[in-house]
T-cell receptor
Framework: GENVEQHPSTLSVQEGDSAVIKCTYSDSASNYFPWYKQELGKRPQLIIDIRSNVGEKKDQRIAVTLNKTAKHFSLHITETQPEDSAVYFCAASPPNTGGFKTIFGAGTRLFVKA | EAQVTQNPRYLITVTGKKLTVTCSQNMNHEYMSWYRQDPGLGLRQIYYSMNVEVTDKGDVPEGYKVSRKEKRNFPLILESPSPNQTSLYFC????????????FGNGTRLTVT
């Protein structure tokens, strides 16, 4: 079955620096790759997503890149701010018999130091 | 307001006492799913539903049941809870399974003693 690996598990950066989180997946049939941000005590919320027909997508300070051949995708946050501190999850949705599972990475805890 | 509503937010129970966590969405989404979140393990899928009366197992279905009798509701049932089911549970829905983002409820923190 699908497996999603996420690295690093913890990331600490100085305010203003960039942060990069990487994920790899195993099922080449996966076509949709979202990233969720979860602040302390809150629910996960989508911050950006990418579909397999594009290699890169950007939304202000956040970008995602996808390499389907290598089966990995990455989240890039530039000019980090303290409010970016949170846990970030990547996910993949491989087709299953009659449906779609959603498999999450184990998460990356990002600390942005002011 | 478009939302996924879970109840209760907090629940403490004893081993073996049946419980139900409710989930309702008002976005007319076909896809609904349950996850449990444990430290260091991320979000693991318990069950999902592609549509009314269509449900399937996720990666950790043991000890759980679900039903999807109506499009908006997707309750999670623990027939005989055990301490290893102590966790934070999230319900989520999506307009297009595998192609659009999940909208999560606020979570239910369950403690089984």
């Amino acid at each position: 079955g699908e497996n999603v690996e996420q690295h690093p598990s913890t990331l600490s950066v100085q305010e203003g620096d960039s942060a990069v989180i990487k994920c790899t997946y195993s099922d080449s049939a996966s076509n949709y790759f979202p990233w969720y941000k979860q602040e302390l005590g809150k629910r996960p919320q989508l911050i950006i997503d990418i579909r397999s027909n594009v290699g890169e997508k950007k939304d202000q300070r956040i970008a995602v890149t996808l390499n389907k051949t290598a089966k990995h995708f990455s989240l890039h946050i530039t000019e980090t701010q303290p409010e970016d501190s949170a846990v970030y999850f990547c996910a993949a949705s491989p087709p299953n018999t009659g449906g779609f599972k959603t498999i999450f990475g184990a998460g990356t805890r990002l600390f942005v130091k002011a | 307001e478009a939302q996924v509503t879970q109840n209760p937010r907090y629940l403490i129970t004893v081993t073996g006492k049946k419980l139900t966590v409710t989930c309702s969405q008002n976005m007319n989404h076909e896809y609904m799913s349950w996850y449990r979140q444990d430290p260091g393990l991320g979000l693991r899928q318990i069950y999902y539903s592609m549509n009314v009366e269509v449900t399937d197992k996720g990666d950790v279905p043991e000890g759980y049941k679900v039903s999807r009798k109506e499009k908006r509701n997707f309750p999670l049932i623990l027939e005989s809870p055990s301490p290893n089911q102590t966790s934070l549970y999230f319900c989520a829905s999506s307009g297009q399974a595998g192609r659009s983002p999940l909208h999560f409820g606020n979570g239910t923190r369950l403690t089984v003693t």
